[in-house]
């Protein structure tokens, strides 16, 4: 589905991305798990469109996405959920959820219809500011409108920073529930507990490299993993 070829981001003369290559399949979890300044936030803003690559070619179903805008990017089916949630502080939920469909034009009922099943919560403060929800319904809110586009792969960037551990077990149910339906994920997690926990392959980055990969199963097998990400 996604194919990532000796990609290369930049910001000004600093190389973020070391040719970077990776692949997601139709269907999986892979999880990008490293420290912070590996390249794992640029790695997604480049996918969607937020940055352009100085080398390399992205790949989306079969189409070189490299240079297309972020919009764009969004309409042919990668959604974007950022880090630190980003929700618009004084409008409503429904406001939020409303922008997050702004690609699709039609059938916008039917969207907030599956979001509220999967965040019940959200539903029930539909009509309240953002801005004054809890950490954790924000973030439900955040993934809520990422959904509103419809997409067939959603990248998360950090989707528990910040939260209390019972707000974690929510977040990865709600991934976990998204991906059984069908919608493919690429996960950027610092918890790498919650990474190996619903991902089924992962690459590990460091200084904008990939350094390894593999199953989640081989992936916490590997000493360099358990010293450096899982306290082992």
């Known amino acids: ?13 600093i190389r973020a991305l070391q040719e970077i290559s990776l692949h997601v399949a139709h269907g999986e979890i892979v999880a990008l798990i490293g420290a912070n300044g590996a390249g794992k936030t640029t790695t997604l803003r480049t996918i969607s469109g937020l ?21 764009r990017i969004v309409r042919d089916g990668i959604a974007h959920c950022p880090e630190g949630r980003q929700v618009f502080p004084e409008m409503t939920v429904r406001e939020n959820l409303e922008m997050g469909a702004y690609t699709r034009g039609d059938n916008v009922a039917a969207g907030l219809a599956r979001v509220f099943a999967l965040f019940p919560a959200l539903r029930d403060r539909r009509n309240q500011r953002a801005g004054s929800l809890s950490g954790g319904e924000q973030q439900m809110l955040a ?90």
Do not use: C
């Open 51 to 71: 940055l352009h690559p100085r080398a390399g070619r992205i790949v989306f179903k079969a189409q070189d996405i490299t240079r297309w805008r972020p919009d």
């Open 143 to 232: 993934i809520a409108r990422a959904l509103m586009s419809n997409p067939e792969l959603i990248l998360f960037d950090e989707p528990s920073l910040g939260l209390a551990p019972v707000l974690v077990h929510e977040v990865a149910r709600s991934i976990r529930e998204l991906n059984r339906a069908g919608t493919t994920v690429l996960l950027v997690e610092q918890n790498a507990h919650l990474a190996f926990a619903i991902a089924h392959r992962g690459y590990v980055l460091e200084n904008g490299r990939v350094v390894l990969e593999g199953s989640m199963t081989v992936l916490s097998g590997d000493e360099r993993v358990k010293q450096a990400y899982l306290g082992g």
């Open 1 to 13: 589905m996604l194919e990532l070829q000796g990609v290369a981001t930049y910001y000004g003369k």
